[in-house]
């Protein structure tokens, strides 16, 4: 079978460079053509995979002409999401979309709506899901080791959007300062700060982990810091009918989770009716309490198998076996956590508890 003709759409989100490094190395994908309407934004790519100028466009609709392709990334400003998903779906491609889903639970069902009829999978990409530590977790879950799940609480987050490039290139403090007041990442319009662009993590694993259970109400505050007008740190409790689950974003941790684990730790904590896990982001183990062995003790994490070794490898093997999306990536799933980082949002604007919105 011929590799899959894959399109990158944005370079607003600076992963594009990683999942573009995703399809480079995959046999059974190809870097067809990538789009940005800014040239400067798209060089390192064009450098990094030898991209030829006949690939590359500024303009979207002769990037669509020279298609047909196969699949879209879209790494676009997340209030951009479903206006280019809008756009992508009449050509008649698969679409992964970047963390978060969308600016709005509204925007999230334009989206569903666009990609509905077409024939095509809607996919949207949370790196921690290819985190093994993560993924050990819920098989744990799916064993029945902690019991029935009644707590999740989640902790993400790193220094700032703009501490680091595509493969993690770390970029300068001086320069971070300079890049803020023109970065869409610290823009309302936008859909910029910290609770858009992280408490999607929480929520949507946590729902996952959930097996799809929404909560009854939604409780956020947000720092406010002057002259910024984003979050840069939020916390939400979500009231379940079985108990209280947070999380909690931060763009200010004192180290990337990536390079050395901050304090608070990155990552998960599980409580079950019968025992906890522990899954910190990028860990090599889970930590496990249960009625039988109450002393906290390391699982080792297995690799993922190649399919679910990265976002790319997963949306190759589904759609070429013609599978559907599931877990973290599934839409369906997604718009439960959209709904609330939405409520979360609302509350924090309020300032008061919020029925989940629906």
Sequence with gaps: MAPLRIVGISFDHMH?????????????AEIAAIFDPDPAKMHDAITNFAIPPERVFTDFDACMAAGPYDMAILCAATAEHADYTER???????????????GS??????MLAAMAGTGRKLAINWPLTWVESHVMARELLDAGTI??????????GNRGPLYHLADKVEVSPDEVERQKPDSWWYKKASGGGSLLDYMGY????G????????????????????????DQHAIAVCRYDVGLSKTETRWGTFTDPWTIQPQPKCGFVLVGTDGTISSWDYADHVTVQTRARPEPHAIPVKPLPPVRAGAIAYMVDRITRDAPIDGPLDPALCLIAQRIVDTAALSAQEKRTLELLP
Excluded: S
């Design 16 to 28: 594009m460079g990683d999942l573009l490094r995703e399809v480079q190395d995959h046999p059974g």
């Design 88 to 102: 992508l779906a009449p050509h008649r491609l698969h679409v992964m979309v970047e963390k978060p889903f969308a």
């Design 105 to 110: 639970i509204a925007d999230a069902r334009r």
């Design 147 to 156: 019991g029935k799940l009644i707590e999740f609480h989640h902790y993400g």
């Design 202 to 205: 929480g929520a949507t694993l």
């Design 207 to 230: 729902t996952w982990y959930m097996d799809g259970r929404a909560p009854l109400e939604v409780t956020c505050v947000v720092d406010e810091a002057p002259g910024i007008e984003v």
